[in-house]
């Protein structure tokens, strides 16, 4: 039933160049998280310190109760295997075939006989749809297929948190559709601690219950899905609807002279906030909230249309504001 | 500042590395079947330029020590330090030089080429540890690969040797032959044996090191695979200089 991640006061530095400062969040168990940012804010970086492959310099992140970053090396591979990864390229082993690769960890980590292996990762080669392929190398395969055989390994034990590092970068848009509601229904299936770092908008949009953003070496915000996509703050508000208005600029942050250029441009309306996506089989997950739940609970109006379609507010979507307004009053 | 505490911290994490080699060394399950394809796989590569490499070089040194004792009118002792030369000296360097050179950098290309494919972070999540898993097995495998091959190069040395002084200079096989053992002694081929073996852990440790380290997408692994041989090549002349002084200190030379 997922494990909680809590993270206070976490900061990260490379050298003289400080990575994110004082980041607190708690990855609530059994919820999807999206952590988003613009390019190079250490997103990766993030993860790989969630996990433990990287030191902070400060800072706790606790699982179990455990202080993962002053734990020994030994406790910390124990740890570790509550979590699954899937990194940006799948980091498969590359002299390895795919059944291989899958079957890795069980075969080092538990005594299941070479039968039971066997059926566990045709599972989930099943799931994550290569059935067939189970002979390929990693190197003969494209990118969004090593991808999923990355997910079916980082799967086989069955892990409390699975951590995904931009699992879109390099899909197309219906590929990633599919590995969108592939989390879902995973989420659904074994109720496990999702964290999903990118920086698709549309993927952020409607797969996570929480959003978190990182901007300008820090955590802008974290939060309910619905909270951040009603915000009104002006570096939430830029990244998640995708505009260039806004504190954000082509490298890193807006001078003074630029945000004054601005000043006077007015902001286009908030978009609606979409539907989450649901389990393809309609069966809701525990995590799951009623639409507009946070809203209302904080008294909040959401932005006319929102909650009537998974597409809604998606750049690029034509939106029929008009036939949502008629719909909501 | 940056200047001087980077080259100290590099020294610092290449030792830290070389101690979680030795403290990963007992721990079960040992990978037989990577120790023996790294063997087959680092012996595959160095065995034949080793050989190649070791005529010449065994030929060299019959030609100026033939021409030396000649001068000197020290003939009946050619082979006698040929032998010693090749056994002491150069069949070291030459191992030396071939396992940073073809093994070093294969490992080092190997390592790091997983390294910036996240194969390596990936092992680490699955509770893996990279360094009992991947580098011990390599480490052993430098070590056996280099003690076998000094052995290699001391014989095709040697028979170099005594083709170029006998066959080419005219010098007699007699000579030549029943000298052998009048200046060289047992210890001689242990000390090189030991200066093999420490080579081997030398250039694999090094080499793992910078693999491991390496970043910055493909022109990183290129750059550490750069740096990997010429640090060992320098780690493996000091050493070399270190061993053979400790050699004069400890055995009593043959008069």
């Given at each position: 039933?997922?494990?909680?991640?809590?993270v206070?006061?976490?900061?990260?530095?490379?050298?003289?160049?400080?990575?994110?400062?004082?980041?607190?969040?708690?990855?609530?168990?059994?919820?999807?998280?999206?952590?988003?940012?613009?390019?190079?804010?250490?997103?990766?970086?993030?993860?790989?310190?969630?996990?433990?492959?990287?030191?902070?310099?400060?800072?706790?992140?606790?699982?179990?109760?455990?202080?993962l970053?002053?734990?020994?090396?030994?406790?910390?591979?124990?740890?570790?295997?509550?979590?699954?990864?899937?990194?940006?390229?799948?980091?498969?082993?590359?002299?390895?075939?795919?059944?291989d690769?899958?079957?890795?960890?069980?075969?080092?980590?538990?005594?299941?006989?070479?039968?039971?292996?066997?059926?566990?990762?045709?599972?989930?080669?099943?799931?994550?749809?290569?059935?067939?392929?189970e002979?390929?190398?990693?190197?003969?395969?494209?990118?969004?297929?090593?991808?999923?055989?990355?997910?079916?390994?980082?799967?086989?034990?069955?892990?409390?948190?699975?951590?995904?590092?931009?699992?879109?970068?390099?899909?197309?848009?219906?590929?990633?559709?599919?590995?969108?509601?592939?989390?879902?229904?995973?989420?659904?299936?074994?109720?496990?601690?999702?964290?999903?770092?990118?920086?698709?908008?549309?993927?952020t949009?409607?797969?996570?219950?929480?959003?978190?953003?990182?901007?300008?070496?820090?955590?802008?915000?974290?939060?309910?899905?619905?909270?951040?996509?009603?915000?009104?703050?002006?570096?939430?508000?830029?990244?998640?609807n995708?505009?260039t208005?806004?504190?954000?600029?082509?490298?890193?942050?807006?001078?003074?002279?630029?945000?004054?250029?601005?000043?006077?441009?007015?902001?286009?309306?908030?978009?609606?906030?979409?539907?989450?996506?649901?389990?393809?089989?309609?069966?809701?997950?525990?995590?799951?909230?009623?639409?507009?739940?946070?809203?209302?609970?904080?008294?909040?109006?959401?932005?006319?249309?929102s909650?009537?379609?998974?597409?809604?507010?998606?750049?690029?979507?034509?939106?029929?504001?008009?036939?949502?307004?008629?719909?909501l009053s | 500042?940056?200047?001087?505490?980077?080259?100290?911290?590099?020294?610092?994490?290449?030792?830290?590395?070389?101690?979680?080699?030795?403290?990963?060394?007992?721990?079960?399950?040992?990978?037989?079947?990577?120790?023996?394809?790294?063997?087959?796989?680092?012996?595959?590569?160095?065995?034949?330029?080793?050989?190649?490499?070791?005529?010449?070089?065994?030929?060299?040194?019959?030609?100026?020590?033939?021409?030396?004792?000649?001068?000197?009118?020290?003939?009946?002792?050619?082979?006698?330090?040929?032998?010693?030369?090749?056994v002491?000296?150069?069949?070291?360097?030459?191992?030396?030089?071939?396992?940073?050179?073809?093994?070093?950098?294969?490992?080092?290309?190997?390592?790091?080429?997983?390294?910036?494919?996240?194969?390596?972070?990936?092992?680490?999540?699955?509770?893996?540890?990279?360094?009992?898993?991947?580098?011990?097995?390599?480490?052993?495998?430098?070590?056996?690969?280099?003690?076998?091959?000094?052995?290699?190069?001391?014989?095709?040395?040697?028979?170099?040797?005594?083709?170029?002084?006998?066959?080419?200079?005219?010098?007699?096989?007699?000579?030549?032959?029943?000298?052998?053992?009048?200046?060289?002694?047992?210890?001689?081929?242990?000390?090189s044996?030991?200066?093999?073996v420490?080579?081997?852990?030398?250039?694999?440790?090094?080499?793992?090191?910078?693999?491991?380290?390496?970043?910055?997408?493909?022109?990183?692994?290129?750059?550490?695979?750069?740096?990997?041989?010429?640090?060992?090549?320098?780690?493996?002349?000091?050493?070399?200089?270190?061993?053979?002084?400790?050699?004069?200190?400890?055995?009593?030379?043959?008069?």
């Amino acid at each position: 039933m997922g494990v909680s991640i809590e993270v206070r006061g976490l900061t990260k530095s490379f050298g003289s160049q400080k990575i994110w400062n004082d980041v607190t969040l708690t990855l609530p168990a059994g919820e999807i998280s999206v952590m988003l940012g613009p390019s190079g804010t250490g997103k990766s970086v993030f993860l790989k310190t969630l996990v433990g492959l990287l030191k902070p310099d400060e800072g706790q992140i606790i699982i179990e109760g455990q202080d993962l970053v002053t734990l020994k090396e030994g406790d910390l591979y124990e740890v570790r295997k509550l979590f699954g990864v899937l990194f940006q390229d799948g980091a498969l082993f590359g002299s390895m075939n795919l059944y291989d690769n899958v079957a890795f960890p069980l075969r080092e980590h538990t005594r299941k006989s070479e039968s039971d292996i066997r059926n566990i990762v045709l599972e989930k080669m099943d799931l994550v749809g290569l059935s067939g392929a189970e002979d390929k190398l990693p190197g003969e395969i494209s990118g969004g297929m090593r991808k999923r055989a990355g997910l079916a390994r980082a799967l086989v034990l069955d892990p409390e948190i699975l951590l995904i590092d931009e699992p879109d970068s390099g899909l197309d848009p219906v590929r990633t559709s599919y590995i969108n509601q592939l989390f879902i229904d995973l989420n659904a299936q074994i109720d496990a601690t999702f964290l999903i770092v990118t920086h698709d908008i549309n993927s952020t949009r409607t797969v996570p219950d929480n959003i978190g953003l990182l901007y300008h070496k820090h955590l802008a915000m974290f939060g309910p899905r619905e909270m951040l996509l009603s915000s009104e703050e002006p570096v939430v508000r830029q990244f998640l609807n995708a505009q260039t208005v806004g504190p954000i600029g082509m490298s890193e942050e807006k001078d003074a002279d630029e945000l004054a250029a601005e000043s006077g441009k007015e902001l286009p309306p908030l978009p609606p906030i979409p539907l989450q996506l649901g389990t393809s089989d309609g069966t809701p997950r525990r995590a799951e909230k009623p639409a507009g739940e946070w809203c209302r609970a904080n008294g909040i109006v959401p932005p006319p249309g929102s909650f009537l379609s998974g597409n809604a507010g998606v750049p690029g979507v034509p939106q029929n504001v008009e036939a949502g307004r008629a719909a909501l009053s | 500042m940056n200047l001087l505490t980077s080259p100290i911290k590099q020294a610092g994490a290449l030792f830290a590395l070389a101690l979680d080699v030795l403290r990963a060394l007992p721990k079960r399950p040992f990978q037989t079947k990577e120790f023996i394809q790294q063997c087959w796989f680092i012996a595959s590569v160095t065995i034949v330029p080793t050989a190649l490499v070791s005529i010449p070089f065994g030929a060299v040194i019959a030609l100026q020590l033939g021409t030396l004792t000649r001068q000197l009118g020290a003939q009946s002792f050619t082979g006698a330090a040929s032998v010693l030369a090749v056994v002491r000296e150069a069949s070291p360097i030459v191992t030396a030089l071939l396992i940073a050179g073809a093994g070093g950098s294969a490992i080092c290309a190997d390592l790091g080429s997983r390294k910036i494919r996240e194969e390596i972070d990936a092992m680490e999540v699955l509770g893996i540890s990279p360094i009992q898993r991947l580098v011990v097995p390599r480490v052993l495998a430098a070590m056996l690969v280099s003690l076998l091959l000094n052995g290699l190069v001391s014989v095709v040395g040697v028979a170099g040797g005594y083709f170029f002084n006998v066959v080419i200079q005219g010098g007699t096989p007699g000579a030549y032959l029943a000298s052998f053992t009048a200046l060289a002694q047992l210890a001689d081929l242990w000390t090189s044996e030991i200066k093999a073996v420490l080579f081997g852990m030398v250039a694999a440790i090094v080499a793992s090191y910078k693999g491991l380290t390496a970043g910055g997408g493909p022109k990183g692994v290129g750059d550490a695979v750069n740096q990997a041989v010429v640090i060992t090549f320098m780690l493996l002349f000091v050493i070399n200089f270190v061993v053979s002084a400790i050699y004069f200190q400890v055995v009593p030379q043959k008069v």
